[in-house]
């Protein structure tokens, strides 16, 4: 099947595959539009089942960015890349330089940058052979904490600060008491943990590796729950903070709680989910609304800012996701398709 007949094309302006044969590297890097400035997102790692699906995620999550960076009111389009392998096995410096080889051959059309299976450390591997890398360094951060480059702080931060506009526009309260099941406890999912426990919500969490719930078990009081079993928990909130497809045919109808808001890019598997949401009376933050404050940090810490614009820019998540879904309850269209409507209004 040909790119331009892919289902998730989307009128991308550019995919390119690449393959470096010293390093076993194997890597595909979408730009989905660049009208609001070059496409910057992050590269991802991930041992795919094959090339199909790495296409299809690439594709998906490029055109999420340039919809995050235009709901974000941020001057940048959306690109992404991704890498065959498993991160924990197979990455290795040579690899992530020549990966830098490959970004350099956008000339800034692309600025890569961490996700998932990549480390701040790998994007600096990548800066050896390009200069354009992000998140790499920070010049302050919105918490006052350690500044090292790493965004996942900010998205957990802006997801954080979704949920609570989400559970205050469902349930007209703040988040205590609340019970929230987070599925997928990585950088971005333990630090929302936090952020969520400090507020006095009652956590539920999940993962296939046990660090992450072991950490949130012990510090923050949260209840281990099988990943099997913690789509269909008796909660009010759902955070999906791992991969795509969070929300598909197969667990739409057990899903229990009145907010899904989480971390997770692409969480649903097709626009008819959003539409069945609505219908069921589940309230949907859409995912490239409320996971863009890695992308907001990584904008200010390249542009003349500082800690308070950042912070400002950070909660403005919230404002943006009342919006939405103050005009989904008008309208009663699903709040994704407000929110695909509101950006596209911006960077078409």
């Not at 076993?24 to 041992?47: D, E, Q, S, Y």
């Not at 469902?170 to 929230?180: A, E, H």
């Not at 909660?235 to 795509?244: H, K, R, S, T």
């Amino acid at each position: 099947m040909s790119v331009f007949d892919h289902p998730e094309f989307a009128e991308h302006e550019h995919v390119s595959f690449y393959h470096d044969k010293e390093t076993g590297l194997k890597a595909i890097i979408a730009v989905h539009n660049t009208n609001l400035g070059p496409g910057l997102g992050g590269c991802r790692m991930f041992n795919y089942a094959n090339s199909e699906d790495a296409l299809t995620d690439v594709l998906r999550l490029s055109k999420g960015m340039t919809y995050k960076a235009a709901m974000a009111g941020l001057k940048q389009g959306g690109g992404k890349a991704v890498i065959f392998g498993d991160p924990r096995k197979d990455k290795t410096p040579e690899m992530m330089k020549a990966m830098g080889r490959f970004v350099d051959t956008f000339k800034g059309q692309y600025i890569t940058a961490e996700d998932s299976g990549i480390a701040v450390s790998d994007i600096c591997l990548m800066g050896e052979s390009t200069e354009h890398v992000s998140g790499t360094f920070s010049k302050y951060s919105f918490d006052g904490s350690l500044a090292d480059g790493n965004p996942a702080p900010a998205t957990a931060y802006g997801v954080f600060v979704g949920i609570k506009a989400a559970v205050q526009h469902v349930f007209q309260s703040d988040l205590r008491g609340k019970k929230i099941a987070i599925k997928g406890i990585g950088h971005v999912g333990i630090r929302l943990a936090e952020h969520l426990s400090r507020e006095g919500a009652i956590l539920y969490v999940a993962d296939i590796f046990p660090d992450g719930v072991n950490k949130a078990v012990a510090e923050f009081g949260a209840t281990e729950v099988d990943v099997a079993d913690i789509d269909s928990l008796d909660v009010d909130v759902f955070a999906p903070c791992a991969l795509g497809n969070a929300i598909n045919a197969q667990n739409i109808h057990s899903i229990k709680a009145r907010i899904i808001a989480g971390a997770a890019n692409n969480q649903l598997a097709s626009s008819s989910i959003g539409e069945e949401l609505t219908q069921r009376g589940i309230l949907y933050a859409p995912d490239y609304v409320i996971n863009a404050g890695g992308i907001i940090d990584i904008y200010h810490q390249r542009t003349d800012s500082n800690a308070d614009k950042l912070r400002k820019h950070l909660n403005q998540i919230g404002e943006t996701l009342t919006t939405i879904f103050a005009e989904s309850d008008k309208s009663g269209h699903a709040t994704a398709k407000v929110a695909d409507k509101l950006a596209e209004l911006k960077f078409k």
